[in-house]
């Protein structure tokens, strides 16, 4: 014997060949794997519902800050210019964002990309219906105050669930939410 606890045959003998990998385990354990490849980093999911700059929900309104506004083909003064709103205190649906610009849309859903700047948080409502009754409380029943045109825009005092209250050029009043475009049907605003 030699000192390293091997017989003479076994030190002649060449190496035993490697087998399947199930040799170089222990019995049920699975062979060693390569380590995965790191993963790219995945970009957080974002909620369509809220705007990627402001945080704030979308869609929401707003309404037109100046008495003229340009609505572009897209977010930056190289695109082209689609629309060009001209009612101050109009309000506008914002449906995107991007950067300094907001995807806005009126009534007739004509719209395009506008600056920030030109949009203001105060809310405003425009008249949809014929002929829309003011009345001095949220019900039908109260007295009719004023009433407004189509086309009409008012400033938004606040809204409960099926009526907003309106301040206009010639008075305020309670108007039913149907009568409106600028107030989603379940919108409340104190």
Known sequence: MLGLGLSAAAQDSPPPEAGPASDFSTEGEE???PAPEAAEPEEPVRDPNIGSVTT????????????????RRGP????????V?????????????YENWRRVQDAEGAGGWVHYTLLSGVRSA??????ADLHSDPESSSPVVLHAEQGVIARIAECSKDWCRLN??????????????GVDPEEVID
């Open 85 to 97: 709103f001209k009612r101050a205190g109009m309000p506008l649906r914002v449906t995107a964002e």
């Open 56 to 71: 704030l929900p979308l869609p929401r309104y707003v309404s037109l800050k100046t008495s003229e506004g340009n609505a």
């Open 168 to 181: 206009t050029e010639a008075g305020r009043g309670w108007v039913t939410k149907n009568a409106l475009w």
């Open 31 to 33: 062979p060693p794997q």
């Open 126 to 131: 425009l008249v949809v219906a014929q002929m």
């Open 76 to 83: 930056g003064l190289s695109h082209r210019i689609d629309w």
